[in-house]
Structure formats: C-alpha cells, structure tokens
C-alpha cells in the first residue's frame, strides 16, 4: 500500500482525520468524526469533494470553513502532513494493512446505512474487505470466561461456519477470541472488529492462515498502532 493506492478522496481524508503517531506535539490534533461530518457537510453544500481540499480546488473555498465551526490554519497543517502519512503508510504496508474512506465503494454498505452521519470516516484492515459485507452472527462475551464457556463459544462458532454464516467479533481474548478460532478453524468466515493493536493482531501467526486464506478480514476506526483504550472499546 502507498499513496497512490488510496483514492483521491481516502488520501484527503486519512490527512484530515488519522493519526500518524506523535500528534501529541502537534499544533492541531486530527479531525475527529462528529468534526469531519461537519466538514462533509460543508463540502457536499459547495459541490467539492474532500480530494479538492487537497488538489487546490477547495482551497479557495477554506476561507469560509469556519461556517463549519472549524479554523482554516487547522485544515492547511492537517492537509500539509504528507511526510508523517507516507512513513505510517510504509509501516502499516508492511503489515498488509489496507485504509479505505467512507466514500469509496469498498465501504462496507451495511455499516454506511446502520450509522449514517454517524459512520466512522476512515477504516483500516487486514484481509479480504468484500467480506465485510456478509453480515453474520456477533458473538462476544467475557475476557475471562471459564473453558466451559470457551469450548460453547467455539462450538457454535463452527456451526455458523458449516451453516456458511459468517461471525462477528471484537478479536479480545476469551469469548471473542474463542468465536474467531472456532470460525476460521472449521473453514468459516470471520469479521474481527478491533478496538486497538490492529497492526500487531494482523501479523500475529494466529491470524495469519485466515487472513491469506481469504476468510478473516480484521478492521477498525482507529490508529492502527494505538494500544488499548477503554473509551474506544
């Protein structure tokens, strides 16, 4: 994955809204989402799409972003980061990530038609993305569920797969993780939705076999690289 993997817009974006790492001693920290669908807002009432923010189309038109309730400076520094976005695209290629936009038509359309405004404007992931599609049965649970409970879990798990249902999980240890394994052991499909730690989950050996073998896709609206966070979870 480089820049010229990412569609115009995805590009725009992932420099308005990601994190890169060290945003810290930044002037101005990256849009959030309830920011960015203001800015979304703002654009689809001037008939400009986020690529002409960075093209120069748009650039004309910040003068008067601040009727979204956002500054201009901020907009240019987010925009002028290409440096820091290329060298996170260079580590997260290196763990066979993918970044997409709520704009491109990879997006999954359930999740654009279950959250609406609400709908996170980037997703990175790992796998095969058609199979964020599927839909499937969510199975979550405990982090400290006895085996019991653990053996249950992979159980009906496997039955989703030989029912060709796919399962939904958060990828946490216990019930979640017992749900992916029963899945992708018994030849199913498997969605993992992360809340942290999407770069080393998907080059853990683990997940590895599912993941080239097209029946796990993991994916999440956060840094790739960010550890756990309990508002995220």
Not at 22 to 30: A, L, S, T, Y
Not at 37 to 56: C, E, H, I, M, T
Not at 87 to 109: C, H, M, N, Q, Y
Request: some cysteine.
């Amino acid at each position: 994955m480089n820049n010229h993997d990412l569609s115009e817009d995805t590009e725009a974006v992932l420099l308005l809204c990601g994190r890169f790492g060290g945003e810290k001693q930044d002037p101005f920290q990256p849009l959030s989402a309830r920011e960015y669908g203001a800015l979304a807002k703002w654009l689809l009432g001037r008939s400009l799409r986020p690529s002409d923010l960075v093209n120069g189309a748009g650039r004309e038109a910040l003068s008067d972003v601040h009727e979204s309730r956002l500054e201009r400076k901020r907009i240019e520094f987010l925009l002028g980061r290409g440096t820091a976005m290329a060298l996170a695209l260079e580590r997260w290629t290196r763990g066979g990530l993918w970044v997409i936009s709520r704009g491109d038509a990879e997006f999954p359309k359930r999740l654009r038609r279950h959250l609406k405004h609400a709908t996170p404007p980037l997703l990175y992931g790992a796998g095969d993305k058609t199979l964020l599609d599927l839909g499937g049965l969510a199975i979550i649970g405990s982090r400290d569920a006895t085996e019991s409970a653990l053996e249950y879990t992979r159980a009906i798990a496997a039955r989703c797969a030989s029912e060709g249902m796919a399962v939904v999980s958060g990828g946490a240890r216990g019930v979640d993780a017992a749900a992916m394994q029963g899945a992708t052991e018994a030849g199913g499909s498997c969605i993992g939705v992360l809340a942290s730690d999407l770069l080393k989950t998907s080059v853990n050996r683990q997940n590895r076999v599912g993941l080239q073998e097209g029946r796990l896709v993991l994916v999440s609206p956060f840094f790739p690289e960010a550890g756990f966070n309990a508002g995220n979870a």
